[in-house]
């Protein structure tokens, strides 16, 4: 995808919510837990069962904010290959907005990466 206006503003919307990301999950993860963690056993069976839209359901309800975020960042990687039709687009996108702040950027991608997992064709799919 050659660098247009849209792409430029497609960035700084992925720059920031990746800054929002990192400050909301440092934040939840400095909150002392609210119930001691516990291991809950699920059978394959159990976890075959549930729905995608169960599984959702749960995270957005756990923490709404990070689940709005990371939303965010899959449906901006949605119009990345939206508009370029491809996943080297993305994965010049991955890298450009990653290397935004060099201190974090494998967080970023990773973050970028796992919320991505899936987007594209039966062509060409991006993979986390």
């Given at each position: 995808m050659r660098v247009?206006?849209?792409?430029?503003?497609?960035?700084?919307?992925?720059?920031?919510?990746?800054?929002?990301?990192?400050?909301h999950d440092a934040e939840r993860d400095a909150q002392p837990s609210e119930t001691p963690l516990r291991a809950n056993f699920v059978s394959f069976d159990d976890l075959?069962?549930?729905?995608?839209?169960?599984?959702?359901?749960?995270?957005?309800?756990?923490?709404?904010i990070g689940y709005a975020l990371r939303e965010s960042v899959m449906r901006l990687g949605r119009e990345v290959f939206r508009l370029s039709g491809g996943t080297d687009a993305m994965r010049a996108t991955l890298e450009r907005v990653a290397g935004m702040n060099p201190r974090q950027y494998g967080h970023r991608a990773t973050i970028m990466d796992k919320a991505w997992d899936g987007i594209g064709n039966d062509a060409d799919r991006w993979c986390s």
């Open positions: 247009t206006a849209e792409a430029v503003a497609i960035d700084k919307a992925l720059d920031a919510l990746l800054g929002a990301i990192i400050a075959a069962s549930i729905s995608p839209r169960q599984a959702d359901l749960g995270e957005m309800l756990a923490d709404p």
